[in-house]
């Protein structure tokens, strides 16, 4: 009996047929590239070095020092195990209790104890991905939309999008004024929802931000704070890059500006934090939902239930970060060898011209190369990324990915690798700039442009642009990971 | 405006019923045998606590696991920084092995077709977000498992429509009973998506027959509709007859890839319920139809398993020695624990339906009703909770269609401690309703009307103030 995928696609849901997810990008590209070459130190120094995860490897030895140092903070060792039976069946979706108090302690801890924060609003989720969807799910309805500046992390369209119903409408920015919220902006995209009779919820700002690694002056926060109290909309701020500021200015929380003098329903105040970033532990999937609205924590704390942390990872976190003396360490040691990092990299780069927007936080830099466009065009800048994939063999992430107005800028991400493999990259594309002094065409027998590129950049809407996986987290596999090698 | 979604504004997680009710009760005196003697005994949770020496003892002899070790060498930053949505391969295959020997090896499952998500409460979920539109139906046959109602239907905006069961057949699903839940969604109107069953059952604590299944592969096949079944108490099943998966039926019809049915039948496990760790969040997925696989793996990302948790896991079920051992030593405690509960319910003049799987005793006090109502039951369950002080959970929470049953847990608690609950049941029976210990129903009593008072005074002092948890089944 015949069985068509159009029936089979008629079984399923729209969700699951449908490309909401944001996965079927031509983005893929630069991960494929890396996947069959990827680049190793000693067994092929001549691969694709990968700069498109935002992830932090610069810290895992004083963590796995910790971690030898204490064994109680393990279940599964003679110093744990006592703990065992009471940790495995523990399901409560409060959390265990010291998980909350040391994820409390810590964030206060990252802000400079200048704010403290309730273990009781701390509201557990599966990654930061699962709490942008919980918070959606919260505080909108199917068709509702939320504001968010742009540039803006390409996950944020699956995470408060796919299954919610609910739309991002992007609130203009750009490199005149280096990326700055303005009033003026935001005015204008909620402007544009109203007339076209969409309902808008809420802000989501990013900060520090992804791509952009820089942080919100105090003036643009107390500003987002009135606009939002103005529309009586929400503002979710997305903290995940906290603790990734390394130098001035330093990093203001939202909880900081609701304590000061300014007018604000706190209902309308929700935070977003996750330790993948600034602790480097993306595979533990510690989310949180921290919300000064009673309801929404109520809320947030029962769905939840679709995604609260492993009780073996709340114990062993519960455990670290309540060592003050190590947090405290881990803290200002992360941000030291992040800033070296980062000045090697800038400086490096500006030797041979070639420019960053100046920031002081997350796990990467956003490059500007649009002196290197031929034309100042997002089909330009693609040819320009596929020549960076595969000539310069860097895996790097194009601004369109990120809904960038203007073509020419690339995340590229430096706290992924050691200090050698970031020297060869740094290396490569010195060779590249000193090379291509001329910005960049696309030539005709170039293999590597394929020509089924579904793009069609002149028609192209800022947000019919989809994003790769490799750029959302959770995402493929990483090769080398003696995770994935054969069983 | 509303200032929050209509998820938020209503209560449609099920979270006021009377399920979750009982257990913040418990909350407020939990029992205790030296600081609380009095406290409420909880019956109401269905967590299994009778193998944990087992896996302590073995990861007293498997260091590695606990120690991030992999081969001698530290493995934490690999793990740290794993978050591939399609999990540990390792991980994986252990658990498409430990599913196969629950099974007894009759049938197989692809590691590439197994998606982990955190809990079943999340693969219960993503199944739905996968196969069905908001105000789309999901047929799902009485009594079933109350957290359904928010596992389904909350945030996919899909409906649920019972398949009646009745104690006239123990319970059992029918062709009739099929066809009437179908013909109801079809005179609303409504699409129906698929059908959820969960076997072993709970909370009958029954495994499904041969018959049941064929019946629901038929339905399914003549429909043109999914069959989801839960299977997450697979290996809980104790006595005869076997479990049977819907997979092993498909196997026996000779259903393979070729034909239509092969993918529109879907299994969710956990590792709650077999292993006794709901902390950790292990649920799973497992379909034959790529799209869904391909589908609900891209949605697990908003609930992964924690790496650390799939590594620790990934090395016990791989140690068959440990699997063996356990799948036998859990049988054979749970089998005697039930043993326990059902004699001890039998001394109170209770009776129950004859179970052979789960963690719970399906159990029937419908002649202890002031009268065959739903208003009847809820005093009894009252009563239970507030003056025998045992949480056990109504049938309506179940959505029963009949009153007077009860589900009671056996395997979250100490031996001594289900001991002293039968005694306080025996005692509230006995002087209640002055039933001699029988083997069968009794004769029901009705309350004096002095009993009736002191019930209404104990109904008057209910506050069911919005104290969270349970979540667990």
């Known amino acids: ?487 | 405006m509303c200032m929050l979604s209509r998820n938020a504004t209503f209560n449609s997680h099920g979270q006021d019923s009377s399920y979750f009710l009982g257990w913040q009760e418990y909350e407020k005196t939990p029992y205790h045998e030296v600081h609380n003697t009095n406290g409420i005994i909880q019956m109401g949770l269905a967590e299994n606590q009778l193998c944990f020496d087992l896996l302590e003892s073995w990861l007293a002899k498997n260091p590695e696991a606990a120690a991030f070790k992999k081969n001698g060498e530290s493995i934490f930053a690999e793990l740290a920084l794993f978050q591939d949505y399609h999990g540990l391969p390792a991980f994986k295959k252990a658990m498409v092995d430990f599913m196969a020997e629950i099974r007894g090896n009759k049938v197989t499952f692809d590691p590439n077709h197994l998606v982990l998500t955190a809990g079943a409460t999340s693969a219960n979920e993503t199944f739905i977000f996968c196969l069905a539109d908001p105000g789309e139906v999901l047929l799902i046959p009485t009594p079933y498992y109350p957290g359904f109602d928010r596992d389904s239907k909350w945030r996919t905006g899909v409906a649920i429509v019972p398949i009646h069961c009745t104690s006239s057949n123990g319970f059992q699903i029918t062709e009739t009973a099929l066809e009437e839940a179908y013909q109801e969604a079809e005179k609303r109107n409504l699409r129906v998506k698929g059908v959820l069953v969960t076997n072993p059952s709970n909370p009958l604590g029954t495994t499904m027959t041969r018959n049941e299944l064929y019946l629901l592969l038929s339905f399914v096949e003549d429909k043109g509709i999914h069959l989801i079944s839960d299977e997450i108490y697979s290996g809980t099943a104790f006595s005869t007859p076997s479990f049977r998966s819907v997979m092993e039926v498909l196997k026996d019809r000779n259903c393979d890839e070729n034909s239509e049915v092969w993918q529109r039948v879907h299994v969710v496990y956990s590792l709650s319920k077999d292993l006794g760790l709901p902390g950790f969040r292990v649920g799973a997925i497992y379909s034959n139809d790529d799209m869904v696989v391909a589908a609900a793996t891209k949605m697990s990302s908003f609930g992964l398993v924690s790496s650390q948790t799939q590594h620790l896991l990934s090395a016990m079920l791989s140690d068959r020695k440990l699997t063996k051992n356990y799948i036998a030593e859990n049988h054979k405690r749970l089998k005697q624990r039930q043993k326990n509960l059902v004699s001890g319910l039998q001394k109170a003049g209770i009776s129950c339906l004859n179970g052979n799987a789960g963690l719970f005793c399906w159990v029937d006090m419908r002649h202890l009703l002031r009268s065959n109502t739903f208003e009847a039951e809820m005093e009894l369950w009252k009563k239970i909770v507030y003056e025998v002080h045992l949480n056990i959970s109504p049938g309506s929470s179940c959505h029963c269609t009949e009153p007077g049953w009860f589900r009671v847990c056996f395997a979250n608690l100490p031996e001594r401690t289900l001991d002293l609950a039968m005694q306080r049941l025996k005692a509230f029976v006995g002087e209640y309703y002055n039933v001699p210990e029988v083997n069968g129903r009794s004769q029901s009593s009705h309350l004096s009307h002095s009993r009736g008072q002191s019930l209404r005074k104990w109904v008057s002092r209910l506050s069911f103030d919005d104290r969270c948890p349970i979540h667990g089944r």
């Open chain 1, 1 to 487: 009996m015949g069985f068509t995928l159009s029936n089979q696609q008629q079984l399923l849901s729209k969700m699951a047929t449908g490309n909401g997810h944001g996965e079927n990008s031509p983005y893929f590209d630069g991960w494929k590239a890396y996947d069959s070459d990827p680049f190793h130190v000693t067994k092929n120094p001549n691969g694709v070095i990968q700069m498109g995860l935002a992830e932090n490897e610069m810290c895992f030895d004083l963590i796995q020092e910790w971690v030898l140092n204490n064994p109680e903070a393990s279940i599964c060792t003679a110093a744990g195990v006592n703990e065992f039976k009471d940790i495995a069946i523990f399901q409560d979706y409060h959390g265990l209790p010291e998980f909350r108090n040391a994820v409390a302690n810590f964030m206060g801890r990252v802000r400079g104890n200048r704010v403290t924060f309730d273990a009781d609003r701390i509201v557990m989720s599966g990654g930061a991905t699962g709490a942008h969807e919980t918070i959606a799910f919260c505080l909108a309805d199917p068709g509702d939309a939320f504001l968010v500046p742009v540039p803006y992390y390409p996950g944020f369209d699956r995470d408060l999008g796919w299954r919610t119903g609910v739309q991002l409408i992007p609130v203009a920015c750009d490199s005149s004024n280096n990326f700055k919220v303005t009033r003026a902006a935001l005015e204008a995209a909620y402007e544009k929802a109203q007339k076209a009779n969409i309902r808008v919820k809420g802000l989501l700002i990013t900060n520090p931000s992804n791509p952009l690694g820089t942080v919100l002056d105090r003036d643009t926060l107390r500003s987002l704070v009135t606009f939002i109290n103005e529309k009586k909309i929400h503002l979710v701020c997305d903290e995940i890059y906290a603790a990734t500021v390394f130098s001035q200015p330093s990093f203001i929380s939202i909880a900081e500006i609701i304590e000061e003098d300014i007018e604000c329903n706190r209902n309308l105040i929700h935070i977003v934090y996750s330790l993948s970033k600034d602790m480097g532990f993306p595979g533990f999937r510690v989310g949180i939902v921290y919300s000064y609205n009673d309801d929404v924590v109520n809320c947030a704390r029962k769905m939840s239930s679709f995604g609260l942390v492993s009780t073996q990872t709340q114990h062993l976190i519960a455990s670290m970060l309540s060592d003050n003396e190590f947090v405290e360490r881990f803290i200002a040691q992360s941000a030291k060898r992040l800033k070296a990092r980062h000045m090697r990299f800038t400086m490096e780069l500006a030797q041979v011209g070639t420019s960053c927007l100046k920031s002081n936080g997350g796990l990467f830099v956003w490059m500007d190369l649009r002196r290197l466009l031929k034309e100042q065009t997002f089909e330009a800048e693609m040819v320009l990324w596929h020549t960076i994939i595969h000539e310069v063999k860097l895996n790097v992430s194009p601004g369109s990915s990120f809904h960038c107005p203007e073509p020419g800028w690339f995340r590229v991400c430096f706290a992924n690798m050691d200090d050698k493999t970031m020297e060869i990259a740094l290396s490569r594309i010195r060779n590249f700039v000193a090379q291509y002094k001329e910005p960049i065409a696309p030539r005709k027998n170039n293999r590597y442009w394929q020509s089924n590129l579904r793009l069609s950049f002149q028609s192209r809407r800022m947000d019919d642009i989809m994003m790769s996986p490799c750029m959302m987290s959770p995402h493929s596999p990483i090769p080398q990971s003696p995770l994935v090698r054969a069983t």
